[in-house]
């Protein structure tokens, strides 16, 4: 009797380790990729400010679908962009946040004719579909975890902490949504939309 009682807890004490392990790996997994993808937006925009890091990673949660309050007047809203914009970001296509859900598209590929237009608003208007309503709780949680990741990877981002306050107080007032900083949008010109990923594979722009 005794003999068995000892194999069960050690059979359950293999089982808590194992179990640990396996919730340890999946933590540690997110949060390299997190790393990676934070790598990968300072190295496409070393200047990003810490608010375009938040909105690189609540797009690559969220989607395009926030942006959306009917489909003539996001056509009209696009055409204007595209007609009053005269300076594009020299990248064409990148991968938002780490869950490779969605991508940002370059408008510049209408601009210069590489994509119809009628093709490029499809593409985002369809991966509205696919997009989640925004939740302020679960976003900030996630937002909480990409902080700590930042503040273990010790970046020097200008204005860190002010801005780290800032999207505290809107977070807790329930907004979500930010602008680029005003030095993100005077050096890299984001005109762009959200496509998600099977509509960006469609566009076939690798």
Known sequence: ??????????????????????????????????????????????????????????????????????????????????????????????????????????????????????KYFSAFIQSTDTSQTPSTKEWWEEWNFVLSVIDKMKLIIPNYEEDKSDLDKMLLEGKVLVHHSDIYRKLYHPHYRIVDKENFEKLNLD
Not at 16 to 21: E, K, P, Q, Y
Not at 72 to 92: C, G, H, P, R, W
């Open 1 to 118: 009797m005794r003999k068995t009682l000892y194999s069960l807890l050690f059979s359950l004490c293999i089982v808590a380790t194992l179990l640990n392990f396996t919730f340890c790996s999946k933590a540690d997994n997110k949060e390299e990729l997190i790393q990676e993808a934070i790598f990968e937006e300072l190295r496409l925009h070393p200047k990003a400010q810490l608010v375009d890091i938040y909105k690189f990673f609540f797009q690559g949660t969220f989607g395009p679908g926030h942006i959306i309050s009917d489909q003539k007047s996001a056509l009209a809203y696009m055409q204007n962009e595209l007609q009053s914009s005269t300076e594009f970001d020299s990248v064409i296509w990148q991968q938002v946040g780490y869950k490779i859900l969605y991508y940002r598209i370059n408008l510049k590929l209408i601009k210069e004719g590489n994509i119809p237009e009628e």
